[in-house]
């Protein structure tokens, strides 16, 4: 009789504790896989954004969260659609990537006022109300813009150049990198009387344009008439390259700057068609989530989130391992 009212008792235990573990456990899945983070990505414009996308969806998936990812395909309008949406839908926290500065203030104060946190990740945006994001997880293009400014500095001296004509290939107008890549370059060489830019011209960050960019340039001021090509992105370098290769007179000294780093200018460095690359990380999505963590956890969280980068260049050692791209 005591031995039954024994396997009874331990039978109920047992089931009590597979129960309530089990309990647990769906809970704790529950509270991971409740949470709902509505993505807005700009488009796929770049190497640089595909794997910035990839990045997101890994690192959503690690966290254990819902993604609902939109893509606005280069159009704010787009954006500005998910959004709404994402407040329609009422998830946990917004992340979105704008494609330019301005116009966005309207919808993130829908969203302030639905109560949703929005992180910026990427790139900025211009408004007097910082209380309408929570945080931004992003580059310093600033400082990016700089490193490529100090490489021409050092690569002029070492040239012995006394003069050098510049043009510049911009990312789109508007957005935070196309800003500051060419401010952070300008403020580090417009201290040196020996460097012009002759020419400044819209890229919108694409391959395609970077071809076209540089056709026009060359039908412009001619096959030796510039120095140097400051690119704010690999996707327009290589498709300024395409069409350099392709002509005749181009001084061989010619000096290519770019910013990212995808693996094909990596390459292109390591083969001696790029100077320099400096670099921007796309994998930003782990520290997204982990803010994403600590709003839904009611944690404070940093206000501004930006990794180490540095650059590579025909100055570094390229055989060592630790040179390669994304
Ligand atoms: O450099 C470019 C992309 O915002 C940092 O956008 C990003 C830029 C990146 O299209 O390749």
């Not at 931004?136 to 004509?165: N, T, W």
């Not at 690359?277 to 930006?306: A, D, H």
């Amino acid at each position: 009789m005591r031995k039954g009212i024994a396997m009874i008792l331990a039978l109920a235990l047992l089931l009590g504790l597979t129960g309530c573990s089990g309990k647990q456990e769906t809970e704790k899945e529950k509270d991971d896989s409740s949470i709902v983070v509505g993505f807005s990505q700009l488009g796929a414009e770049s190497s640089w954004r595909i794997a910035n996308t990839a990045s997101m969806e890994q690192a959503a998936k690690d966290f254990g969260y819902g993604l609902m990812m939109e893509n606005a395909n280069q159009k704010q309008e787009k954006q500005i659609d998910a959004i709404r949406s994402f407040i329609a839908y009422q998830v946990d926290v917004i992340v979105f990537s704008p494609i330019v500065e301005t116009g966005w203030d309207n919808v993130l104060k829908e969203a302030k006022q639905a109560g949703i946190p929005v992180i910026l990740m990427d790139r900025m945006i211009n408004t007097q109300d910082d209380s309408l994001y929570t945080a931004y997880v992003g580059a310093d293009f600033y400082a990016e813009g700089r490193r490529a400014g100090e490489y021409l500095i050092r690569k002029a001296d070492a040239l012995e150049k006394a003069q050098m004509r510049i043009v510049e290939i911009c990312g789109t107008a508007d957005s935070t990198p196309m800003r500051d890549r060419q401010q952070g370059f300008m403020d580090v060489i417009s201290q040196d009387s020996r460097f012009t830019v002759i020419d400044s011209v819209d890229g919108d960050f694409l391959r395609s344009k970077g071809e076209e960019c540089m056709r026009d340039l060359l039908a412009k001021y001619g096959s030796d008439g510039f120095d140097v090509v400051y690119s704010h992105n690999d996707a327009m370098t290589l498709g300024a390259l395409d069409v350099l290769e392709k002509t005749e007179g181009v001084p061989k000294d010619l000096v290519v700057i770019t910013v990212d780093g995808e693996k094909d200018a990596v390459d292109a460095l390591k083969a001696g068609r790029i100077n320099c690359v400096v670099q921007c990380t796309p994998n930003l999505g782990i520290s997204v989530m982990r803010l994403v963590k600590e709003l839904t956890e009611g944690r404070g969280v940093l206000k501004t989130y930006s990794p180490e980068e540095g650059a590579f260049t025909d100055f570094d050692d390229l055989t060592d391992p630790r040179v390669e791209g994304f």
